[in-house]
């Protein structure tokens, strides 16, 4: 399936990996945990990329119903999917396409 990956101080890429937790877990180099972007869009990432110390990669910036805002710093190499229900799955092709260019212009992406 085609996963947008992003590595520190790198531009994002699409790739191709297999729909399977070994994949993903190869892909951010250990156990995963995934962050919402929304309601269908994920971040998969390294759960344990701070005691690895594995270098800062991007920050979101989440706006809550307030109107506040918090930082998410996410370490190493992750990957933006999409999801339905339980399950992994491709972004559209046009969705894909706005995630790149969002995630290759600024290293703190607002959502």
């Known amino acids: 399936m085609r996963v947008i990956k992003v590595k520190p101080y790198s531009a994002p890429e699409v790739v ?3 729909n399977t937790l070994e994949a993903f877990q190869e892909a951010v180099g250990g156990y995963i945990e995934t962050i ?3 309601g ?3 971040v998969v990432c390294n759960e344990d990329a701070i005691n ?3 270098p800062i990669n991007r920050t979101l910036v989440f706006k809550t119903p ?3 805002f918090y930082n ?3 370490f190493g190499d992750f ?3 999409g999801t339905d229900g339980e399950d992994f799955c491709e972004l559209d092709s046009y969705r894909e396409r706005q995630l790149v260019e969002q995630f290759q212009k600024a290293t703190r992406i607002l959502i």
């Open 16 to 18: 191709d990996i297999d």
């Open 36 to 38: 919402s972007l929304n």
């Open 40 to 42: 269908d869009e994920l």
């Open 52 to 54: 690895l110390k594995l």
């Open 66 to 68: 307030a109107g506040n």
């Open 72 to 74: 998410v710093p996410i």
């Open 79 to 81: 990957v933006i999917c």
